[in-house]
C-alpha cells in the first residue's frame, strides 16, 4: 500500500471518528437525562434532596441524626462504606460514596415489592469522570475482599453490577445509565427501571407538577412526592389488613401530592399540593362543594387521644340514607333519617390511648349537631321506638343513653367497625357534649367523660394549644395523632416483624410526638387545574428555655423569647452548611444557650457565673475544637451537643474567678494556649490539655489591666502582652518572664485594647494602642516605639479607646467627653461619625470590618438600652437608635444577599434584624 493511500486512509478515519464524536455531543449528550423518567411506575414515595450538607445540619439539628445513623439499614451501609475506605487507603472523608452527593439531586423512590416487603431505589448523579473513578474504585476494592463477590449481568442490553456479601448473600445491583447511578438492594427495581429506559418519552412519576420545584424555595431541605393510590398497599405492609380500612377509604380525596420538607428545631414541616381523585365513586365525588370546617373539638377532646380523623362532612350529605326495609313497621329507618337531618357539617372518630399494648382502643365516633336540642328529641324517640329503657348514667353534668343503632347507620360507612363484620358492635350509648354527639360503648364513655369534666382535654393544655395553633385553621381531613398515646395501640396493629423493627427505634418515631396531616380544598373546586393544600407537621412541645414569637417589621419575624432575662453579648457562630449564624447567649439565671440558624435552642447549660471570653476553638495539638468560654473558676469547652469535651472542664484555684479568657490558636503538635485574666487582676497561662507553664500559676500585676491582653506566639515562643492603666505595657515569654524592652512606657495613661500584628519576630510584630493624650503609639516585642502620632486633641476629660475588629486586623479609635463621642478611622484625621448622646456614662463601641469599605460602627447605650449603628460613611442607620439592653451586638455580612444580619437582646428577647445598607 502506497504512502499516498495509507495517509488518506487515516485522515478519513480520524474525520470519522471526529464525526461520530460530534454527533455524540450534539444529539445523545446534549440531551440532559430526566432523573425522574428513571423512577418505576410504581413508586409509593420519592423523596428528592439536593443540598445535603444542610440537611445533615438540619436532622442534627431537630436530633434526628442521631437516631437516623442508628436504624439497622444505615449502620449496615456505613458498615460496608467504612470497610471499603479502609480497604482504599482510610481516606474516608474524601473517598466514602456519601461525599459524592454534596448539592446533587438524588432521588429516593419507595416500592412495595411484594406481599409485606417494600425495598428502595436510589439514584446518584455522577458529574465528574473523577467521581465515576471513586464510585469504580470502591465497588473493586470491596470485589477484591474476600467477604464480598462483584460480578456483571446483562438485562436488555444495560450492564448492571452486582455486590454480594458472601456471608449473608445481601446484594446491591447497579446500574450507570448516562453517569445517573441507579442503586437498590431489589434488583427488580433496578430492572424496572431499565425497562422504563425505552419509554422515556412517557410520562414520569413527576409529570402531573412539572412546573413544580419546591426544591428552589428558600428554606425546603427535599421534596416529597406521594402517590396516595398505592398508599394503601403500602399500609399492607405496616399493618394488619384489617386495621386501616378507614385511612384507605380517605386515600381516596387525592391521587398525587408533592410537598416541600422543611426541617426545624422543633418540627418538620411538608407543605404542598395534592391533586384530587378523579376516579368515579371516590371519597373526593362525596366531598366535593362542601367547605372546610375549623376544628371546634379541642373544647371536648380528652387528652388521652391517641388518633382523631377529623372530616369537614355532613353524613346525610355524604352517605345517603340505605332504602327502607318494607319490615320496619315501627318507623325505626324515618326516625334515623331525622336523627341524621340534625347533623351539621363536622364528623370525627377518636381513638383513645390504651394501658397495655396490644389492648383495643377505645372508639368514639363524634358529628356535630348545629341544634342540640332537636337531637335530643330524635333519640329519645328511637329509645321509645326500640323499647329501650330511659335509664341513663351520669358523668357530671352529662347523661349516657341506650342507643340502638350502628354507627355506620347514622354517620355513614367511614365510621364503621375495623372489625370482622361477624362480631360487628352497635354504639351501646351515646351522649351530647356541647353541640356534638358521642357514640360509644358505656366504658369508653365513662372514661372519657370523666377527662372532659376534670378539663384534661385538649383546649386546657398548652402544649397541645401551642401544636394546634401550628395547624391549618380550617380543613377538610385532619388527621392528628399523638404518639405516646398511641404506641400501645400501634404495638397491636403492626405486622409482626414490623412490630420489632419500631421497637428497636422507638426514639425516632417519639421524637415528634405530635404529628398532624391536613388537606384543605381549593376555593373554586370546579377549576381544572384546583388542587389541595396539604400540610403535614411533625411537632415537639416546646418544654425548653424559649419560645419563637411573630417579630415586627425591624425584626423580620425572628424573635426568640426566653423564660428569663438575657444577659451580657450574643456570640455569632458560623453555622455549617449556611451563612446565617448561630448563636449563643446567657441568661439571668448563668444558663448558656445555644441557638441554632433556625432560631431554635438545641442545647442549655447552667455555668456557675458570667460566660466570658465565648468563641471557637479549633482542634489542634490532640485536643478537639469546641465552644471555648470560662464561668467562675472553670474554663469550659463544649461539643457541638452541649457536652464538655475532655479533659475540659478545667479548674483554677477556688479563689478564682476568671473574668476574661483568650485563646492562641494550637500549631500541628501544640495545643492552644489559654490566658485567663482573673477578677483579681491575676494572669493564668496554661494549655488546653490543663498543663500550666511554669511561672504562670497565677502572676498577679501591680495595677489593673487598661483592656484585653494578647496571647500570641512568635518563632515558636509563647508571648503575653498586658497593657495597664498607669501607661506601661508588659511583656511576658512562656515561663513568665519579661522580654527584654518591657516594662514599655506609653507616654500617658491606657485605657483600651492592644491591636496585634504577629510576624515570625519579635522585631517585626507590631502592636498599637491609644493613650489618655489622644497619641497613637506603634511598638515591637523588642521595646522599641515604632511610631507616635495625635489622632485629635486631648482635655483633662476626655477618654481614649482603640477598638480593634473582631479579626484583630483593623480598628477605630473613639474619644468620649462627656456627652460627646467621636470616633477615628486611624488613616483620618477627620472623625468618622460624631454624636451627642442623652447620658455621659461609658459607652460599649464595636467595629465590624467585613472587608470592601463593608464596616459597621455600633454603640450601646446602657441607660436608655439602646444601640446606634453607623456605616462605613458614619451614618445612623434609620436615622434613629434600636432597642437592646445587652452589653453589645452581634453582626455579619452575606455576599450573596449583601445583608447584615444583627442580632441583640432586648430583655428576655433574642432579635434578629436584617439590614440592607446602601451605598
Known amino acids: 500500500m502506497s504512502r499516498k493511500l495509507l495517509a488518506l486512509l487515516t485522515a478519513l478515519v480520524l474525520l470519522l471518528a471526529l464525526a461520530t464524536f460530534v454527533y455524540y455531543r450534539r444529539t445523545l449528550a446534549a440531551v440532559p437525562v430526566d432523573p425522574y423518567a428513571l423512577v418505576p411506575d410504581d413508586a409509593v414515595l420519592v423523596l428528592s434532596t439536593h443540598d445535603h450538607p444542610a440537611l445533615v445540619r438540619h436532622l442534627q439539628e431537630t436530633e434526628l441524626w442521631d437516631n437516623l445513623t442508628a436504624v439497622r439499614y444505615f449502620q449496615q451501609a456505613a458498615g460496608h462504606l467504612a470497610l471499603a475506605d479502609s480497604l482504599n487507603g482510610g481516606s474516608a472523608r474524601r473517598n466514602s460514596l456519601l461525599s459524592l452527593l454534596g448539592r446533587k439531586l438524588v432521588i429516593t423512590s419507595l416500592h412495595v415489592t411484594g406481599p409485606g416487603e417494600f425495598d428502595v431505589l436510589y439514584q446518584v448523579p455522577l458529574t465528574q469522570v473523577s467521581e465515576y473513578r471513586q464510585v469504580r474504585g470502591l465497588l473493586e476494592t470491596l470485589g477484591r475482599d474476600a467477604r464480598y463477590r462483584l460480578s456483571t449481568r446483562d438485562y436488555e442490553d444495560q450492564e448492571l453490577t452486582v455486590l454480594t456479601e458472601q456471608r449473608s448473600e445481601f446484594s446491591i445491583t447497579i446500574l450507570n445509565y448516562r453517569n445517573h447511578l441507579l442503586i437498590s438492594a431489589n434488583p ?169 399494648p396490644g389492648s383495643r382502643p377505645g372508639r368514639l365516633a363524634m358529628v356535630r349537631c348545629p341544634v342540640p336540642a332537636r337531637t335530643a328529641n330524635w333519640l329519645a324517640r328511637l329509645r321509645r321506638l326500640q323499647g329501650n329503657s330511659p335509664a341513663f348514667t351520669r358523668v357530671g353534668p352529662y347523661q349516657i343513653h341506650p342507643v340502638g343503632f350502628t354507627e355506620a347507620s347514622v354517620l355513614g360507612p367511614l365510621l364503621s367497625p375495623e372489625r370482622p363484620a361477624a362480631v360487628e358492635a352497635v354504639a351501646s350509648a351515646g351522649v351530647l357534649v356541647d353541640d356534638y354527639l358521642v357514640l360509644s360503648d358505656e366504658q369508653t364513655l365513662n372514661g372519657y367523660l370523666a377527662d372532659v369534666v376534670a378539663a384534661n382535654t385538649w383546649a386546657k393544655t398548652p402544649a397541645q394549644v ?146 466570658v471570653g465565648v468563641s471557637l476553638l479549633p482542634a489542634g495539638g490532640g485536643v478537639p475544637g469546641g465552644l471555648l468560654l470560662g464561668a467562675g473558676q472553670r474554663l469550659h469547652l463544649l461539643a457541638n451537643d452541649g457536652g464538655e469535651v475532655l479533659p475540659f472542664p478545667l479548674n483554677l484555684p477556688d479563689t478564682v474567678r476568671v473574668a476574661s479568657l483568650l485563646a492562641a490558636a494550637p500549631g500541628p503538635d501544640t495545643p492552644a494556649r489559654l490566658l485567663a485574666v482573673t477578677a483579681g487582676n491575676a494572669l493564668v497561662l496554661l494549655d488546653a490539655k490543663g498543663r500550666q507553664y511554669p511561672g504562670w500559676q497565677s502572676k498577679r500585676l501591680d495595677f489593673p489591666l487598661a483592656g484585653r491582653p494578647a496571647v500570641l506566639a512568635v518563632g515558636g515562643r509563647n508571648v503575653v502582652v498586658a497593657p495597664l492603666q498607669n501607661g506601661y505595657v508588659y511583656a511576658f515569654d512562656g515561663t513568665g518572664t519579661l522580654l527584654p524592652g518591657f516594662p514599655l512606657s506609653m507616654g500617658a495613661r491606657l485605657a483600651g485594647d492592644v491591636l496585634v500584628q504577629a510576624s515570625s519576630t519579635l522585631a517585626r510584630t507590631r502592636l498599637s494602642m491609644v493613650n489618655q493624650h489622644g497619641e497613637l503609639v506603634s511598638f515591637n516585642l523588642s521595646g522599641d516605639v515604632l511610631s507616635r502620632r495625635r489622632i485629635a486633641t486631648w482635655s483633662r476629660t476626655a477618654r481614649f479607646r482603640l477598638v480593634p475588629d473582631l479579626r484583630g486586623r ?38 465590624f470590618d467585613f472587608g470592601n469599605n463593608r464596616r459597621m460602627v455600633a454603640v450601646t447605650e446602657p441607660g436608655p438600652a439602646q444601640v446606634f449603628l453607623y456605616d462605613a460613611k458614619g451614618r445612623l442607620l434609620g436615622g434613629e437608635a434600636l432597642p437592646s439592653t445587652g452589653t453589645g451586638v452581634g453582626l455579619t455580612y452575606d455576599a450573596t444577599t449583601a445583608t447584615f444580619q444583627l442580632v441583640r437582646i432586648v430583655g428576655r428577647e433574642l432579635r434578629r434584624t436584617e439590614l440592607r445598607v446602601g451605598g
Not at 400501645?488 to 423493627?501: H, I, P, Q, S, Y
Not at 470616633?823 to 467595629?847: C, E, I, M, W
Open 466 to 611: 401551642s401544636f394546634l395553633q401550628e395547624t391549618l385553621p380550617r380543613a377538610r381531613l385532619s388527621i392528628f395523632i399523638d404518639t405516646r398515646n398511641s404506641w400501645n395501640a400501634l404495638l397491636g396493629v403492626l405486622t409482626e416483624d414490623r412490630r420489632a423493627g419500631l421497637l428497636r427505634n422507638e426514639a425516632l418515631f417519639k421524637r415528634f410526638p405530635q404529628m398532624a396531616l391536613q388537606l384543605a380544598p381549593p376555593e373554586n373546586e370546579t377549576l381544572p387545574d384546583a388542587q389541595y393544600f396539604t400540610q403535614l407537621l411533625l411537632h415537639r412541645p416546646n418544654l425548653g428555655p424559649a419560645t419563637m414569637q411573630p417579630g415586627g417589621a425591624t425584626a423580620n419575624g425572628r424573635v426568640l423569647a426566653f423564660k428569663h432575662e438575657l444577659t451580657g453579648t450574643p456570640t455569632l457562630l458560623p453555622a455549617l452548611g449556611t451563612r446565617v449564624p448561630a448563636v449563643v447567649v446567657q441568661d439571668s439565671l448563668h444558663t448558656l444557650h445555644y441557638v441554632s440558624a433556625e432560631n431554635a435552642v438545641l442545647w442549655s447549660d447552667t455555668l456557675a457565673g458570667p460566660a
Open 188 to 356: 427488580s427495581l433496578v430492572e424496572a427501571a431499565v425497562r422504563r429506559l425505552a419509554h422515556l418519552d412517557t410520562p414520569t412519576v413527576l409529570a402531573a407538577f412539572n412546573s413544580t420545584d419546591l426544591l428552589k424555595l428558600r428554606g425546603v431541605d427535599a421534596s416529597l412526592l406521594i402517590n396516595y393510590r398505592r398508599l394503601p398497599q403500602f399500609l399492607d405492609v405496616l399493618f394488619r389488613r384489617d386495621a386501616h380500612g378507614q385511612f384507605d377509604q380517605l386515600t381516596g380525596l387525592v391521587s398525587q401530592g408533592l410537598l416541600g420538607v422543611k426541617l426545624t428545631g422543633r418540627e418538620s414541616i411538608f407543605q404542598g399540593f395534592s391533586n384530587p381523585e378523579t376516579a368515579k365513586g371516590a371519597l373526593q365525588q362525596r366531598l366535593q362543594g362542601q367547605p372546610a370546617q375549623p376544628l371546634g373539638l379541642t373544647g371536648i377532646m380528652s387528652t388521652r387521644t391517641a388518633l382523631l380523623l377529623h372530616l369537614a362532612a355532613n353524613p346525610g350529605r355524604t352517605w345517603p340514607a340505605a332504602p327502607r326495609g318494607t319490615t320496619d313497621s315501627l318507623g325505626i329507618s324515618g326516625a334515623l333519617d331525622s336523627l341524621r337531618a340534625t347533623f351539621g357539617g363536622e364528623m370525627a372518630v377518636a381513638y383513645l390511648a390504651t394501658t397495655t
Open 810 to 847: 483593623s480598628f477605630v479609635l473613639t474619644r468620649e467627653d462627656g456627652n460627646q463621642l467621636d470616633v477615628y478611622l486611624p488613616d483620618q484625621t477627620a472623625p468618622l461619625l460624631t454624636q451627642r448622646f442623652v447620658t455621659s456614662g461609658d459607652k460599649a463601641v464595636q467595629f
